[in-house]
C-alpha cells in the first residue's frame, strides 16, 4: 500500500518550497577508477593512474532519491 507523487508536477502558492527544497544533503562520496593495465604482447603494463587521470575533463554524477511517509 501507500502512494506516490512526482513532486516535480506538483502546483504550489508562489513562494512556497516544494519538497526537499532548502532542506540540503549531508554526505560523502568517494570516486575510484581502476588501475590501467595494457598487454603489450607477453607483457602487462601498468599504467600510473595519475596520468590516465589527467585526460578525464569532466564527471557527472546523477542523484536521484524520494522519500517516503
Do not use: C, N
Not at 17 to 41: E, M, N, R, Y
Not at 42 to 52: A, D, I, W
Amino acid at each position: 500500500g501507500g502512494w506516490q507523487t512526482d513532486s516535480s508536477k506538483v502546483k504550489l502558492p508562489k513562494g512556497r518550497l516544494k519538497p526537499f527544497q532548502g532542506t540540503g544533503v549531508d554526505s560523502t562520496w568517494h570516486l575510484s577508477f581502476p588501475t590501467v593495465v595494457k598487454a603489450i604482447g607477453e607483457k602487462r603494463r601498468h599504467f600510473p593512474q595519475k596520468e590516465m587521470l589527467k585526460l578525464i575533463d569532466d564527471v557527472v554524477i546523477e542523484v536521484t532519491y524520494s522519500a517516503k511517509m
